[in-house]
């Protein structure tokens, strides 16, 4: 409803809706008061005739208490007000408010001097939605009682539910990491896989954060997906580090005990090394004296042979003496004979002398 076409004999308050706070269960609100009809006598001061007594919820509020000036308008219009609404911030993003209130004016300080009012709205507060519904309760519209509806915007729910959606998401992919490590027990948890979780145990509550005027946690949107996400990466992270903690001790184990068998192992082998250079060291000493005995027994074969032979070799000269003796012997009986005998052919011949 316009001022300017407003021709009605009256009051008209144009209402509007600055704030929401939902935690406080308040609504402020911001009223300027224009009077109408016959109480007008400076349309473009829109200062009224008369006093005006503006009553809501049994608080009174005076207007124009020096009828026709100029400056009096200003005293207490407009005016900034707050209404305690009923509603429960628990169901956000789907929780609804509610608040009314009652107002009646008359003319100075004469309460039976009724005046009519009328009412213009206007919602300032930004992510919500104000639905606000006027009735009169008597004949003359004297009285008026105001219900004020508030309710989270579109794009906020939308939003809302997006970031729940998303945080469900996260869990499960995160959750997976967990039947992945505890399916597998050959399979050794990464430090960052681990440091995923931890990082993610802070990222979705900053994304909780997100959520346009969200309250405290506990509201319905973090039953359905926060509570559960962070439940999910907070068993993620616990099986994570538990099993990291188990399959590194095991390791450690497996490692110590592969060192303990290498180590047996090469005290086996240098013991068996050991052994086999004792052995070749001992044959080879058998082999030594065995070579020294059979060449000490050569030797005495080799000089008995050599005595041989030089024995036999001794023989042998003797027997070459002895026969060279025995040549010149017969040199000599020859000689002998010649010179005695003259020729054996002749007086002394083997054939016809003496002969042997």
């Not at 027990?185 to 509550?205: D, R, T, W």
């Not at 592969?258 to 080879?284: C, H, I, S």
Request: proline share 3%; aromatic share 8%; hydrophobic share 45%.
């Amino acid at each position: 409803m316009s001022v300017a076409q407003n021709k009605q004999d009256g009051v008209l308050l144009a209402l509007k809706t600055t704030s929401v706070d939902f935690l406080s269960n308040r609504v402020s609100y911001n009223l300027r008061l224009y009077p109408s009809g016959k109480y007008i006598r400076n349309k473009e001061l829109m200062v009224s005739t008369t006093p005006i007594s503006l009553v809501m919820d049994n608080v009174e509020r005076k207007f124009w208490e020096v009828a026709g000036e100029v400056n009096s308008q200003q005293q207490q219009n407009p005016f900034d007000f707050m209404i305690v609404a009923t509603g429960s911030i628990m169901l956000y993003p789907f929780d609804h408010h509610v608040n009314n209130f009652t107002v009646f004016a008359y003319e100075g300080n004469d309460t039976t001097a009724v005046v009519p009012v009328m009412l213009q709205f206007k919602n300032l507060a930004e992510n919500y939605i104000i639905t606000p519904e006027a009735t009169y309760t008597n004949a003359n519209k004297t009285s008026l009682v105001v219900t004020v509806g508030v309710l989270r915007n579109t794009a906020t729910r939308i939003f809302c539910v997006f970031t729940a959606l998303l945080m469900w998401i996260l869990g499960l992919a995160v959750f997976r990491f967990a039947l992945d490590a505890m399916s597998d027990n050959s399979k050794q948890i990464e430090g960052p896989v681990m440091g995923v979780c931890i990082a993610m145990l802070f990222a979705v509550p900053a994304l909780r954060n997100t959520q346009p005027n969200i309250p405290p946690i506990g509201v319905l949107a973090d039953v359905f997906a926060f509570f559960w996400a962070e439940l999910s990466i907070i068993f993620t992270a616990l099986v994570q580090m538990i099993l990291y903690t188990v399959r590194k001790a095991k390791e450690a184990q497996r490692i110590a005990k592969q060192l303990e068998e290498g180590r047996a192992r090469a005290a086996e082998l240098a013991a068996k090394r050991k052994a086999r250079e004792e052995a070749r060291r001992k044959a080879e000493e058998e082999q030594r004296k065995k070579d020294e005995a059979d060449g000490k027994k050569v030797g005495e074969t080799g000089e008995k042979k050599k005595n041989e032979k030089t024995n036999d070799e001794e023989e042998e000269d003797l027997d070459d003496a002895n026969a060279a003796n025995a040549m010149d012997v017969w040199g000599d009986a020859g000689s002998s004979a010649a010179v005695g005998g003259g020729d054996f052919g002749g007086g002394g011949d083997f054939g016809g002398g003496a002969a042997f």
